[in-house]
């Protein structure tokens, strides 16, 4: 982009429309482009809709990865994966999410959405959001689930609640790779460096959003492997009632891609799941994560 169309893209505000899909979450935003700058109230209603509806939509992005990346830094700091054959080449702060194979070897990670899970919870400062981006869709069997961790929260039981008050978790990087590399052949044993950058961590199983302010039902399915200072079996137990809960129907949003999709979900207060697409239905998206803070 030249000098003279930079500065005039800069003077014309973008005519943009925020329209909640009505469910337990997600909304579209109607009439942005983002090659063009965005002004700084303008990404503060993005934003807005962003902590609101949990996921937001921009349709038909037709952005390069250095702008896909320099839109998502627009929102903190980007993280990135321990998973470094799946890196963008040139490009580490995005992640390759493909079930295609070339010569042999898949050129992006597999199953990332293998079960239900918020991204790098395992991490001392887990994402506050991911920004996925469509490349190549399937014309079938390639949705992604959210679900909403707030909501499911204030739809706990009264003595649930009660239960989990001061209730802490571990969450491990490990737990879930080796649960999903007996089910995957693509996934590699893991070198003991990648293992010591992500040791477990402990996070409150109830959290409060940092912006919305509302209470968060903080463990998933994928990461969290037991609820500390309770008998194994016990926390088993708890947890798969606590994953039923979270993922019934009524709290999940089903995205259905299109072409140039690009999706921007709240790791803070969903949930996500895609289930592996068949290799000959090739589909693959480019991720990048913003960092997030301390859940507390």
Do not use: C
Request: glycine share 6%; proline share 7%; no cysteine.
């Amino acid at each position: 982009m030249s000098l003279d169309t930079l500065e005039r893209a800069r003077a014309a505000r973008q005519s943009f429309e925020i329209r909640p899909f009505g469910g337990p979450l997600g909304a579209e935003v109607v009439g942005l482009d983002l090659n063009l700058p965005l002004a700084d109230d303008e990404l503060a209603r993005i934003r807005g809709a962003f902590v609101r509806h949990g996921v937001v939509v921009f349709r038909d992005q037709r952005v390069t990865p250095e702008q896909h990346i320099a839109f998502s830094r627009r929102f903190g700091p980007l993280q990135v994966h321990v998973l470094n054959r799946f890196h963008l080449q040139g490009h580490p702060e995005i992640l390759i999410v493909s079930n295609v194979v070339e010569d042999g070897k898949p050129i992006g990670l597999v199953d990332a959405g293998a079960d239900w899970h918020s991204d790098l919870s395992y991490m001392p400062r887990p994402s506050l959001g991911a920004l996925l981006h469509s490349q190549e869709l399937p014309a079938e069997r390639g949705d992604t689930l959210y679900a909403n961790t707030a909501d499911a929260y204030d739809s706990l039981p009264a003595e649930v609640k009660t239960l989990l008050q001061g209730k802490r978790a571990v969450h491990s990087y490990v737990y879930r790779y080796e649960r999903l590399r007996k089910l995957s052949p693509w996934r590699p044993e893991l070198t003991q460096k990648q293992i010591d950058e992500v040791p477990p961590v402990e996070h409150p199983v109830i959290t409060t959003h940092p912006e919305s302010g509302r209470k968060i039902l903080f463990v998933s399915e994928g990461f969290t492997s037991h609820i500390v200072g309770i008998p194994r079996d016990e926390s088993d137990a708890l947890l798969k009632e606590l994953h039923e809960h979270i993922t019934r129907p009524e709290n999940v949003y089903t995205h259905k891609w299109q072409p140039h999709d690009m999706v921007f979900w709240d790791n803070r207060s969903t949930q996500h799941y895609a289930a592996i697409t068949p290799q000959h239905l090739r589909r693959t998206l480019y991720r990048t994560t913003v960092e997030g803070d301390v859940p507390r």
